[in-house]
């Protein structure tokens, strides 16, 4: 006997922000205002919260004594920034780990599949290399010390490569030029 057929329904949802006579929806304005409002709510929190986090995590035997009360307090400068930078972001480890894959196979640790050859372009490398060091510029006294670590075994590695390799492609160019009569 035959299965009766399941009729399939759908619901179609309209997520344009802008209606036909290019004015913002109502219901998109409204969403946009509950995100910026519960935005606001989860900073002014987090603002609350992070002065007890940070006082916590700086506490030692010292501070807490009560011939030094000054030094307990909690800097004004220390916010909610400062407790991001305190836990590894999955994130920025995978952007680091993509630069790297693609540099490494710029300095020839990748074959060509047409070719079976090592492609190799160190200009493309250099390239990597650099953005990896401008990141690592843009970033500095906002990562975790993961993070930190990472990205600075990162780029000592790609760099000496990248040397060692250089000098390979020199002098193979040299003996190259060498064998020509």
């Known amino acids: 006997m035959a299965e009766p057929k399941h009729e399939e329904t759908f619901k179609v949802v309209d997520r344009r922000l802008f209606n036909e006579s290019g004015e913002m929806r109502k219901d998109v304005a409204e969403q946009t205002e509950r995100e910026h409002a519960a935005a606001d709510l989860a900073a002014a929190k987090a603002a609350k919260q992070a002065p007890k986090q940070v006082l916590t995590a700086s506490e030692t035997p010292a501070s807490t004594s009560a011939a ?52 190799l372009d160190l200009d493309g490398a250099r390239e990597m290399i650099d953005m990896l060091d401008a990141l690592r510029d843009t970033t500095r006294g906002n990562l975790a010390a993961e993070d930190e670590k990472i990205l600075l075994e990162v780029l000592g590695s790609l760099k000496l490569s990248f040397m060692e390799i250089s000098k390979a492609a020199a002098a193979a160019m040299k003996e190259k030029a060498k064998s020509r009569p």
């Not at 930078?85 to 074959?111: H, I």
């Open 68 to 119: 030094q009360p000054e030094q307990a307090a909690p800097q004004p400068s220390l916010g909610a920034e400062s407790k991001s930078a305190a836990n590894p972001n999955r994130n920025f480890q995978m952007l680091v780990d993509f630069m790297a894959r693609n540099a490494a196979m710029l300095l020839g640790g990748y074959t060509d599949p047409r070719t079976g050859q090592p492609m």
